[in-house]
């Protein structure tokens, strides 16, 4: 039978690479996105690898979302054997600037979003002794002002993980976190040209100042991160739950 993993936010990024990454490793991956073509080509990819594909349109903030994807995926395919949280951009708004309904909606997507789903596939999970990976960010312990959600919910993310974790020893489902830097996605791209407009300098400068900032040497790629989450849902990672694994370059200076 095949083995089965579902990655969410799945059309672009880092789940994108992880979706790509881990057709190597299962014979099925279910793929969630919101929608579009970016999601339809990456399901054809992720099918000329060899392995089956699924192709979900959801949003995850919607109740039902968790009950339709594990519906499907297990009329499609019978198993969970690995879920993939990435799902969930959150905006990067000043903490005195944004809104209740902006807050709502990051914690809707991304901590909510992954709860009810990770709750929805438990027994499937628990059934073929899976493993379950949340994408927090290293907002959670380093926050900034005009970043107050990001670090708020990725914080909350790793608490999740922990809790599930917790769980999981009992139920024989690994879980932990992975708590990426700067990745240069097309959502990095943009904030990076933003910000460029507005500084009025180029991109490569932009991509300079960042660094300097932030106190790295570069961006990382998301192909890198899936590789790490692909580790992570192996039968090689067995032993490693309720970890947070920080990869980003150095950015967090703590201990």
């Known amino acids: 039978m095949k083995s089965v993993a579902i990655v969410t936010g799945a059309s672009s990024g880092i789940g994108r690479s992880t979706a790509l990454r ?35 349109e959801q ?19 019978g198993r969970v054997d690995a879920l993939v949280n990435v799902a969930g951009a959150v905006p990067g708004i000043d903490v005195f600037q944004m809104t209740d309904e902006q807050w709502n909606t990051g914690m809707e997507l991304k901590f909510h979003g992954a709860r009810r789903l990770t709750i929805r596939a438990w027994e499937a999970l628990k059934a073929s002794k899976g493993a379950v990976v949340f994408v927090s960010g ?77 106190g790295i040497g570069r961006f990382g790629e998301p192909e890198e991160i899936a590789e790490l989450m692909a580790f992570m849902v192996s039968q090689k990672a067995r032993w ?11 950015e967090v200076k703590s201990v």
């Not at 949003?59 to 395919?77: K, Q, Y």
């Not at 739950?241 to 920080?246: E, F």
Request: zero cysteines; charged letters at 20%.
């Open 22 to 56: 881990l057709a190597l490793d299962f014979g099925a991956v279910v793929l969630v996105a919101r929608g579009g073509e970016h999601l339809s080509e990456v399901t054809e990819e992720v099918r000329a690898m060899g392995a089956e594909s699924l192709m979900i």
């Open 138 to 214: 290293t907002a959670a312990i380093n926050p900034k002002p005009g970043a107050a959600a990001v670090g708020a919910i990725n914080a909350a993310i790793e608490a999740l993980a922990k809790a599930f974790a917790e769980r999981g020893i009992e139920d024989g489902v690994q879980v932990n976190s992975v708590s990426p830097g700067a990745v240069m996605t097309n959502r990095r791209l943009g904030m990076l040209e933003k910000v460029a407009a507005s500084k009025g300098v180029t991109l490569d400068q932009a991509k300079q100042i960042f660094l300097a900032q932030a």
């Open 59 to 77: 949003d995850l903030s919607a109740i039902t979302a968790a009950e339709r994807i594990v519906g499907e995926t297990m009329a499609r395919f």
């Open 240 to 250: 490693m739950t309720g970890s947070v694994v920080r990869f980003d370059g150095g």
